[in-house]
């Protein structure tokens, strides 16, 4: 059964974001539960990037939108990594258009990471 595991950095951001776009937030969680709710139902993750609302990034991250972006909102993405072997979904940040080159530096770096963990543990 698919549970969700986040970062504290994922955390630290999405309370700044409620506070400054709580209603792409709002979608942008929606989004996540579908997300989540699909992997729970037997969904491969590359099968869920065909989904409006979520993008493909490098090392399996995929990033979630708000899809459709209403005019005048900022656009916010939450950066999610599927872990099929241990079948957590890893929530990385989450943050707007501006920092979304530092974002999936930052996200690449944590799937690095946690892969070599895995590895190290046997587990992917």
Not at 5 to 33: A, C, F, G, M
């Amino acid at each position: 059964m698919w549970i969700l595991k986040w970062t504290s950095k994922y955390e630290s951001r999405l309370k700044q974001l409620i506070k400054e776009h709580p209603d792409e937030v709002e979608q942008t969680l929606r989004n996540l539960d579908i997300y989540l709710t699909s992997l729970k139902c037997g969904v491969k993750p590359m099968q869920i990037v065909k989904s409006a609302f979520v993008r493909n990034e490098q090392l399996g991250i995929h990033a979630i939108d708000q899809s459709p972006l209403k005019k005048g909102k900022k656009a916010i993405r939450l950066y999610v990594f599927p872990s099929e072997a241990e079948q957590i979904l890893y929530l990385i940040t989450i943050g707007d258009k501006d920092q979304q080159s530092s974002d999936v530096k930052d996200c690449c770096k944590f799937v690095r990471d946690l892969r070599k963990e895995l590895e190290s543990r046997g587990a992917e």
